[in-house]
């Protein structure tokens, strides 16, 4: 449920005003309106980020210890991991939106993206930011890595007990567990670590093709 709400927040925060800009035309924002945007942006996608990698755990925990299930996923478990993602991604987002906001812009002032990303909105301010940019990298290097390697080695152990199963049912029961997470995983990690875990020199204006796979269709499937 607390996935299902990101993705309809993350929805809403980009497409509404996406399909009006190219509805009518005027492809404009307020600077205060697209600092709330990044806000809203990173606090969404660093809170569905980490409950994804955490995620991870709740199906390792009902594949190789169905019985168990109920003691060690209690409710108590359930709101910790929910909050620690949704307070992650709140923190995150108004930190990242103060720091953007307080940088002087000047100039031509068009953010190349279809919504006010934050890499693409740093290119216009009038001040030295590779600073903060080399701050950001190694902050999604660690933020995006560690859930990603958290989801990989949890789905090793979770392969180990099904090939230790003889029985087809219960191959098919852990694969109708695995494949709709996997599937968001895939496409969610896939894309966000093709944009931001690159260098500066090496990000082209293609990884709006790739914005679009974790911010519509991800949230859509």
């Excluded at 492809?27 to 996608?45: E, M, P």
């Excluded at 902050?139 to 990989?152: D, G, K």
């Amino acid at each position: 449920s607390q996935v299902s709400l990101m993705d309809l927040m993350l929805v809403c925060t980009n497409v509404p005003m996406m399909a009006a800009n190219f509805l009518s035309g005027r492809k404009s924002i307020s600077f205060v309106g697209c600092g709330i945007h990044i806000g809203l942006f990173v606090c969404l996608i660093g809170s569905e980020g980490l409950l994804l990698g955490l995620m991870a755990y709740d199906h390792y925990v009902a594949i190789s210890h169905p019985l168990h299930y109920p003691i060690l996923m209690n409710q108590r478990v359930c709101l910790q991991i929910t909050r620690s993602s949704w307070a992650f991604g709140i923190i995150d987002g108004l930190i990242q939106m103060v720091v953007v906001m307080n940088f002087p812009y000047c100039g031509l002032r068009e953010v190349n993206h279809f919504f006010c990303e934050m890499l693409s909105l740093l290119k216009l301010a009038c001040v030295d930011t590779s600073l903060f940019e080399k701050v950001i990298f190694a902050y999604c290097v660690f933020m995006l890595l560690f859930p990603f390697f958290i989801i990989v080695a949890t789905y090793a152990c979770i392969l180990g007990a099904v090939l230790q199963m003889h029985s087809s049912q219960a191959w098919k029961k852990s694969l109708a567990i695995c494949s709709s997470h996997l599937t968001a995983v895939t496409l969610f990690y896939g894309a966000v670590m093709f944009i931001y875990l690159r260098p500066r020199h090496y990000r082209a204006p293609s990884h709006k093709v790739a914005s679009v796979v974790y911010t519509v269709l991800t949230p859509m499937l």
